[in-house]
């Protein structure tokens, strides 16, 4: 995977996947996406290339233009600058195309709650005008493939978190999209059910969909994404595969979690003067990391002085970075929450 943001594809003609120099399809190309709400820019300019039949990963901190980016690419508010093409069509001038050819599933779930699972399927096969034996042969197929069958008739108000959110992702898909968006879709649910939704999408591209997903769960990112656009202020400021992205980073890290959060200043002091780096601090995590290379001496000299200090640690070790590190170390501390203005506007 390229760790650069440029684009070698062609903006693809109508009805066409979009076409690389290399002869590569790509199922998304976007050049120079900018989107203003009044002197914001949640998007000041980004690029994206997404080959069809791969997942490509979204990550960024809390507004930094991931559902803006989206939001635009499926038709659903138009980009203040810049072009973009879905399926190999224009998402400004042939909305409809693109809408024939995608699935989205936003952060929150759109199935009706009052009807069973199999009803929501059903329902939405017809109005993608599916007949209805071929909505409800439809239905069968995506409740198999969600491990929903026994679910299919009760109504989704007695569904766990788990079970909604794949019959969320199963309605994306009655109309068999050739792009799948999916908007921080594992937010909310248990370990046991984020796994088995991983194991859904992995099937699904297996079969050929091509995946866009934002997500803030870096451990997603590292199992789906065949490669990684991390988004800042609006900006791309990394690409590439995991690997590629932790070389960036590179060498040891040292990893402190602290008892106390309250001494986390304390703490990151003494390791910015041991490890004569710039530390990341995350106070939910109670943690203090940051670079260094000098391997085991700085781990005593750091434990000694935490220990003198009276700072009480449940972890401290040296560690090879981690997409963890590769997020923090790129984009710091998380900027303003500009997102939300996103989601509150109307499509016009």
Request: glycine share 10%; proline share 3%; with cysteine.
């Amino acid at each position: 995977m390229r760790a650069d943001t440029e684009l070698e594809a062609e903006i693809p003609v109508h009805g066409t996947a979009g076409t690389a120099g290399d002869g590569s399809s790509y199922a998304v190309v976007a050049h120079g996406l900018v989107k203003y709400y009044g002197d914001n820019a949640a998007l000041a300019g980004i690029d994206l290339d997404v080959k069809a039949g791969t997942v490509t990963a979204v990550l960024g901190p809390n507004g930094a233009g991931k559902t803006t980016a989206v939001r635009i690419l499926t038709t659903l508010t138009e980009a203040s600058e810049g072009t973009a093409m879905v399926a190999g069509f224009d998402v400004a001038t042939e909305g409809g195309e693109v809408r024939r050819r995608i699935g989205l599933a936003a952060q929150d779930a759109t199935v009706d709650h009052l009807l069973t699972g199999r009803e929501n399927l059903v329902m939405l096969g017809e109005l993608h005008q599916l007949a209805r034996a071929d909505a409800a042969a439809r239905a069968v197929d995506l409740l198999e493939q969600f491990s929903l069958t026994d679910a299919g008739d009760r109504v989704v108000s007695g569904y766990s978190g788990g079970m909604r959110r794949r019959l969320d992702l199963a309605a994306t898909l009655v109309a068999r999209p050739e792009v799948l968006f999916l908007d921080e879709p594992t937010t909310g649910l248990d370990p046991r059910a984020r796994v088995e939704l991983w194991d859904v999408l992995e099937t699904l591209v297996d079969t050929g969909t091509t995946i866009l997903l934002t997500t803030q769960y870096l451990e997603e990112a590292e199992r789906l994404a065949d490669d990684i656009i991390v988004i800042d202020h609006g900006r791309i400021i990394a690409r590439g595969d995991s690997r590629s992205l932790k070389r960036e980073v590179g060498g040891d890290h040292l990893h402190a979690v602290l008892v106390d959060a309250d001494r986390l200043d304390d703490a990151a002091t003494i390791v910015r003067t041991v490890t004569g780096a710039e530390t990341n601090v995350d106070p939910e995590a109670r943690s203090v990391n940051a670079p260094t290379t000098g391997g085991v001496d700085s781990l005593i000299d750091v434990a000694t002085r935490l220990r003198d200090a009276g700072i009480a640690v449940d972890d401290l070790s040296i560690r090879q970075p981690t997409l963890d590190d590769v997020f923090l170390t790129l984009t710091g501390s998380p900027c303003l929450d500009d997102e939300l203005i996103d989601l509150t506007e109307t499509t016009t």
